[in-house]
């Protein structure tokens, strides 16, 4: 049985990233995954959190949110709550974490990236887009930094993407779109790297449990899937990096 | 002497207007003056506020954000300093009163037509262009209730769009840029109908203060502006809207 | 046909200010406009904000409130609701740039000076009594200084005053009331110098549009009556300013 | 060695009690003690909190806050720390408390009195002054409640005023200036009622610990001190109230 | 190489739960995880989330603080930030989906359960001790509720428990300490039910990508730890449940 | 008539104090009054505030708070809210004078040492079981100043405890549980040093008022219940303080 879209379980949607989105960004992508687009932005700033303070090191942090009518019913701004939502906490903690796990940071120097991904449009994998996305805007920094000869290379260690598998209704999926993910019983999402190697695996079967077998499945369907989307992201960059 | 970009006085700068931009949205445009870009979005809510409750009509609200990076320098988003900015206070105050001014809320109903205006990337009068835009999202809102028979007709009265004019090196200007605002030593938005008629006049000297022959030159030009504005506007909604 | 409290058309109500109102303040009035009244104070600080830093420059800041009880109802205070309110945000942004116009920030030195503007009893043309008698505390927290010896001068370059025209019944009006601004079609608040110039106009048919030559009657009203203004405010610090 | 001021240890400070101060509440009063000025405002709501719905009885709460510049140097407001100070917290509940202590929540029907106490200027002993005034303003809202025979009596068993003593240099004095409280020892606010009983009393030896003797002294001047504020609020009321 | 407190790596720290700690609470616990110790109660509130109402279904919620004085440096509290700190918000939401996954929502009824978890003392695996204490207190909550024969039968489908594992200095270990937690280059927390099945899967490598196999070497050492915490959790309950 | 758990009226219930409770403090207890539980933990911290810098001495500041089902009903969270309640603030600011009031500031030195009283069950008194727990908690942190040689003496001038009394019933009654404190028509909290000296007496009468007669017996059954209290704070610190 083909997925709604027609695709079959181990394809991706169509990925389509613009680099120089924003002009006045130091890097930054509109990355789509389907109807799913979000607006990855990479800001320089030359102050680092006080734990880095003096050692030499730089860091990257990042912000997540969605435009009020980026989903199929409007949201309430954060702003209007005083609140930011867990959800955006929990995703924007992910993005971090998935892009320090690639940057040198002593060859970066004492300044800080700020990846800000903004969802336009969200129609499921939201947080795998800006992975995917945001890594091409902290590239795009990074090249801005040599270029202006602030620093001496590209402090990026490996390739990083992101993607999502699910169980829907008993079977594997890759990339859900969102209503793939509102009938999915185990969502995962997967951070990986160039070579292969894991970064960040969260796997949630709040609706229902899952085997050890399972989650290998989904572990190989996410394998293949980010493989392709680090060859999207070689190809985009292509000419702009080595 | 020309303009930065190369324009006379009297001109506007390329606009651009995509409607339909996000598909959750009963009505929604991405538009563009020049290199200012901002998201309009209508979304149709069933409830009012408190004040209209049992009247038997309708309201239109706006709400108005930047994203973090869509300015020269990166802006601390409001969750984070837990406060709307008194800037995007003053131009949602703005842009909620321009539009109701042209909504017959007797047929519109008992419902509220909510307009989120996000910059996405801003190169001076952002305010101006998210009333111009918002104009097309909430008409297209009301086509979308006409067309759902939940109302029986279009319940807006007049054409709106928005320009702003100002006086820079002694000379007055449409359509500022960011450059052409910093330097203006007053700064002034209009907001008018298709008749004509003036809904906003809001200019300010707080660099110098200007005579009255000054505002009415700066209205002529604005009155042109707009009148253009909202032929663009027509073809924009060719077909969908007579 | 008169006005509610018999008033001709381009005629102010009773004006009334009462200087160094609050003791511990460099500047301080209550001003009155009717039953419309507005304690203002001027303070004197020693910063100024980041972007004045080593300018050897000064700065002039406002902020706008009401208490509870100065409305027909009462309004739940700022810090219940955790939000200042947008009409404030508008308000006290307006204030300060009518103020900043007229201070020549290199003569007043590397120092802010705060105006606080609290509504106690309002009856409408609250922001243009509350400029009007912003002016006076201002140029009292001046005075200050120059008697300090803090500053050589007075670094004040122009008088400013304030007045609201509207559009009621058909008629233009000078100065409204509550009830006359809630049943005006147009809204319009101007802010002017000694010397006939414009500093703020900000005009509003949120009810229905209005023509330019409805803003030119409007704007001779205005000028009229702050004319008037500013010669009350010229009486009232007769013998401690020339 | 008389005080500051000239008065004697067991003097009060002028007092002065404007009733009707603003227009709109149903009770209001400008309150000094000395240069302490407070206005104190009763409004009446309809609605009572979730713990009185349905008893048939109503309910009294407060709030205090001060303008800005009431005290020496200016204070920053409660929204723009986005919290309430924690004195206030303190000091509005002592204000609640000591004026629900002589209300007949039976007589006063379901609904809610809020008291507004908002210091002008502050001098010293501002939470006294704010219960001592707002009794007069509660008693004027329930002389509305019955006036428009909303209820069939005055709902206060009996007068409420309050005092400050300490111990400055030593001596036990009565109704502390701002100078006087910065210098005392122990530092008390005392609540009575007509009949000379107790209604609070906090007596607080941050500086130096205090005696039962010096506690039994201070309480012999509060006592005093409140029944000649207790005759102040019956001249006030004179007429109005028996 | 033993670790640091002798353990060896597939070794849980000692764990002890007090049942009933909270005398107020449905449920609640005090566990310890070695020197990690989390109150954990569990409230029942008559209440739904509006998606809820009218299902049928209850809900379970969940919410994770830690006192200011739990680590080794003193943590601001959340409310004098006014912001409930992203680490927080991402446990709290793991805790919530890990319980809500062995509950029977129609057999619960519409009520909801609040389960809160306060760490009083931090060493390490804060969430994981939260899971699993949580889970006691879920039990004797629904037990009361079965008691009071509010609902006919125990709503709960299955054990859960959850641990933490690690790679620290190129190892897998159990259960890990704050300091081991602290050198760990992949850092993992496994939620499971009794019957092998996985619920959270959370694997997080920012310091150095893991291999699927390491990932499958940790989860073996989860399965077992896991396996062991269900049998103290039932030697817990024995008595109280079946 | 004895009351509810058979104590006499001038009796305290059991106290029990565990001292270091938490192992990252400086200082820490467990104190219990019968079913009331606190957590007190001394932090100290190397910062003053802005008004005690460059001046050689210290300062004790206090937080207190409850866990949401400390209570009988589960109490929203501080940070749910955004607001921390305004009893809190009135517990906190009472417990910080009152442990101010025994320091020596000059023999501490620039250092600040942050109380934390966290309420883990609550049964009435929760506020003087926090100020009498926490002086031992505050004891042990300065031990531990002396022992690292950070200052070289206690500077701690006397020993202080609190207590509640009340008029339950008509009669007085000492150390009330939160059901005699729901019911008491005045309630008082009296804090004490070792010599018999008051610190803070916070009466309050807001059910019916209180003679000075019945404000002298509860002053009374407190200076025993105080006495004792030292004697249980002197027992507890034997061999760590002389």
Known sequence: MPRLDGRKNNELRKVNIIRNYIHHAEGSVLIEFGNTR????????????????????????????????????????????????GRSNEIQRLIGRSLRSVVDFRQLGERTIIIDCDVIQADGSTRTAAITGSFIALMDACSYLVDKKIITGIPITDFVAAVSVGLVNGQEMLDLCYEEDSNATVDMNVVMTDNGKLIEVQASGELAPFSRKELSSMLDLAEAGINNLIKIQKNTLLGGYK
Chains 1, 2, 3, 4, 5, 6 share one sequence.
Not at 58 to 82: A, C, F, H
């Open 38 to 85: 979000v607006i990855c932005t990479a800001s320089v700033d030359d102050k680092v959190p006080p734990f880095k303070k003096g050692t030499g090191e730089g860091w990257v942090t990042s912000e997540y949110s969605m435009l009020p009518r980026s989903t199929q019913t409007r949201n309430v701004r954060d702003i209007s709550k005083l609140k930011k939502s």
